[in-house]
């Protein structure tokens, strides 16, 4: 289905976007590890994680949902998965195929894993490394590691310490949960901190788990294994990388002023604020609070005009998802700005780096590419352009975006993959003042 967006009047009011992914996926999964009733509110509804919550009952959960955001786990506990007779089927999840993949691989049972043409593309083996070294075996694969693959776990895992080639947390995640069934401690070390969601839920959940300072910008995280997790109350807080597209767009429309209620701010989540801050945006951050283990705050954003920055490669991993809607914000920014090291963006649920270059050039932006790094020279961007989305919901969502500022509309070709993540992003937008027609 495609969509366009066009420019109009000023965004404003208050919002509350869906409830983080990240966090949505962990809680299910430690539902099911877990021993007991888990009881989760704010879980995102979206496609992504509904697939995680099917592939829990698969594996022997019982899960529910009590009404809207609100489910309920009863878990099976560590040890204890059941053999799923059906192919589980992740949709477009990277983070749920990959997170599940760790949690059989330190079970003794057999899963077929299987996606849509967009997670069948995406690279499997960086999350099966470490995995066969704890004892898992990849019964069969796809070429180069792809979905649909079937992998056999081990009962009895082997602890391993673990450095990740990629700064990943979903690969740092699925170590983790195979060490949940390791007779041991599971070490994992990443040379650059990513989000460390599954880390503060382990804990939460009952798991012993210590983390310390590594080098520079790193971390080394280490699970004492066969913990008696048991089910707990989880608050899903809002998820920034949804917050970041009425962000910029209120951002770039000019008189708008928004308020979007508490978005979670977790540090290693928080690059892209940082960022737009650099460039002049005005964010103000409010009433902050606790909420589910996390800090939230509300962000109040009042149009601004931008400049360009100098974005470090550092900060990749707190942003990672945010660089397709930063682009967008460059463009429109007087003057050049470079974001280094965008290695990852290529193996998201498009190539992303080909992707957002591609609906520059469409709507007559001025970039460039230099190895990993994406420069675009702002100032006015004409618009006009059809932006292939190639299943990717944050292309599509971050070109809308783009359009609501552009002196012509811009085009999405395909909005239906923004249910992965934000089906209730239209109408949110829409109720802001935002004009989005099919
Ligand atoms: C995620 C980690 C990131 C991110 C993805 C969600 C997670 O992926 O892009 O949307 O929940 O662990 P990588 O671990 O591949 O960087």
């Known amino acids: 289905m495609p969509l366009s967006a066009t420019r109009g009047q000023p965004l404003t009011g208050r919002v509350r976007v869906p409830g983080d992914k990240s966090i949505s996926h962990r809680a299910l999964l430690l539902g099911l590890l877990a021993r007991g009733e888990t009881r989760i509110s704010g879980l995102l509804e979206g496609e992504d994680v509904l697939a995680t919550a099917a592939a829990c009952r698969a594996l022997g959960a019982e899960v529910t949902q009590d009404g809207p955001g609100a489910w309920r786990v009863f878990g099976v506990g560590v040890g204890a998965l059941a053999e799923p007779r059906e192919v589980l089927d992740f949709g477009n999840a990277g983070t749920g195929s990959r997170l599940m993949m760790g949690v059989v691989a330190g079970h003794g049972v057999t899963v077929t894993f299987d996606g849509d043409a967009s997670l069948r593309k995406r690279p499997m083996r960086r999350v099966l490394d470490p995995l066969l070294k704890m004892g898992a075996e990849i019964v069969s694969e796809s070429e180069g590691g792809r979905l649909p693959l079937v992998l056999r776990g081990n009962g009895d895992p082997l602890p391993i310490v673990y450095e990740t080639p990629v700064p990943s947390a979903q690969v740092k995640s699925a170590v983790l949960f195979a060490g949940l069934n390791a007779a041991g401690r599971t070490t994992v070390v990443e040379r650059e901190a990513t989000r460390d969601h599954t880390e503060r839920m382990l804990a939460h959940f009952g798991a012993r788990i210590f983390v310390e300072p590594e080098g520079e910008h790193g971390r080394r995280i280490t699970l004492e294994g066969r913990p008696n997790l048991k089910g707990r109350e989880v608050e899903v807080p809002a998820d920034p990388s949804s917050a970041a597209f009425p962000l910029v767009a209120a951002l770039l429309v000019p008189g708008s002023d928004i308020l979007i209620e508490g978005v979670m701010l977790n540090p290693s989540r928080t690059g892209l604020i940082k960022t737009l801050r650099e460039m002049g945006a005005s ?146 937008m829409t109720r802001l003042g935002a004009s989005l027609k099919a």
């Open 283 to 428: 964010i103000e951050v409010a009433e902050t609070r606790g909420h589910g283990g996390e800090e939230v705050a509300d962000l109040r954003v009042r149009a601004s005009v931008l400049h360009g920055v100098d974005v470090p490669a550092e900060r990749a991993p707190s942003m990672i998802d945010e660089y397709p809607v930063l682009a967008v914000a460059a463009a429109f920014a007087k003057g050049e700005t470079r974001m280094r090291g965008l290695a990852e963006l290529r193996v998201k649920e498009s190539d992303r780096l080909a992707a957002v270059t591609a609906g520059l050039a469409a709507n007559g932006v001025d970039h460039r590419v230099e190895g990993d790094d994406l420069i675009v020279r702002g100032g006015r961007v004409r618009g006009g352009g059809t932006v292939e989305t190639h299943l990717d919901h944050r292309i599509a969502m971050s070109f809308l975006c783009m359009g609501l500022a552009s002196d012509e509309p811009v085009t999405v070709d395909d909005a239906t993959m923004i249910a992965t993540s934000f089906p209730d992003f239209v109408p949110l």
